[in-house]
């Protein structure tokens, strides 16, 4: 399918399509995707799909793009679905797919090369990092990617929270880089949380101890599980919390009963579940998911059914700081949205995506809302950072 598909080619690379993850060896999908990132492993995408999150019914049909050479070696792949909507992407076209549909054309089916439900940059066009063919390689898989949109005749291919290194590779393929933002913290070599609140304002400082002081004072005991130390009571509560907090928020429940303990049954060491528990009956009452990577600490999802008082903030925030800063974690990325982050040490950093449209009249007209939100975004990032609760008098250590 791609232009390297010719068998008599020295090095020729030919692309398919699989239908379903299992058809692909974990151990060759893991070897493309590499470890520092959980949620383009194997486990993790089979894992949305074999509990019914990511399939036909949901409108996330695997179409999962998969480039051999011509021994049958898996070289590179990238995670795609066939869309017929927009939900659970966290990069919204809603009103480009109106503006398309109003023109009388039909914007859905569309292609999505993403993780579903997951607004966590990693990468994307899958490659090993040690084979010294990889630029080649990413080049001929992002270029199979738009081969495959022209094929299946959709409106548009869309590839969401790529890393930075692929950002020229896509738009090399001709590909519209959106910009945009989330909070993330930043280990700057700290010893300990006080060290920590050390280099912040004394206002923040303040403010962030008084938080943690009120959210461990009302009787609930916070533990932060791993592994084995997940047990079967703390998926069923924690599932609890993401329907509760999906229902507040006028959400759609992406995520099965199914998905949470078959996450934690092939991935249970990269799972990170700070439950809260009622010191007297023991209840689990509230929980955040989070994913390790290398050098990262994802946060996902987070849930609870008591109105306790700042307990978000230290369950989703705080013990993730304390977590980075035990395992010398760099990063902790709390997930998209959410100015609050900002006083708690959470910065705003730049995320990306890369769309590719068929129709050359209506990429011109994306392509000009892109300039527009690019240069107003770029402004709120340089005010937000302005706003940001680090000391002004000195460098955090």
Known sequence: MSPSSDPAAPGALSLSVVESLSAVDSADWDRCAGHDNPFVSHAFLLALEDSGSASVKTGWLPRHAVLHDDQGRLRACAPLYLKSHSYGEYVFDWGWAEAYERAGKRYYPKLQCAVPFTPATGPRLLVPTDDPEADRLRDTLAAGLVEIARRLKVSSLHITFPSAAEVPVLEAQG??????????????????????????????????????????????????????????????????????????????????????????????????????????????????????????????????????????????????????????????????????????????????????IADAGFRRAVAAFVERERATLEGTMEALEDLGPFRCEGPAP
């Open 175 to 356: 590909m519209l880089v959106r910009l945009g933002m989330q909070y993330h913290w930043q280990n700057r070599g700290y010893a300990s949380f006080d060290d920590f609140l050390a280099a912040l304002s004394s206002r923040k400082r303040k403010t962030i101890r008084k938080e943690r002081e009120r959210a461990n004072g009302q009787g609930v005991r916070i533990r932060t599980l791993s592994g084995a130390a997940i047990e079967p009571r703390h998926w069923q509560a924690f599932h609890g919390f993401y329907l509760d907090t999906v229902e507040r928020k006028w959400g759609q429940a992406y995520l099965s009963a199914d998905f949470f303990p078959r996450l934690g049954a092939t991935m249970g060491e990269r799972v990170v579940l700070v439950v809260g528990e009622d010191e007297t009956s023991g209840e689990v009452v509230c929980g955040a998911l989070n994913l390790l990577g290398g050098d990262t600490l994802y946060g996902r999802n987070w849930g609870s059914l008591s109105p306790y008082t700042y307990l978000h903030f230290e369950v989703c925030y705080y013990r993730a700081i304390d977590f980075a800063i035990e395992h010398g974690l760099t990063w902790v990325e709390a997930g998209a949205q959410g100015d609050h982050k900002i006083s708690r040490g959470y910065l705003p950093r730049p995320t990306w995506s890369g769309h590719w």
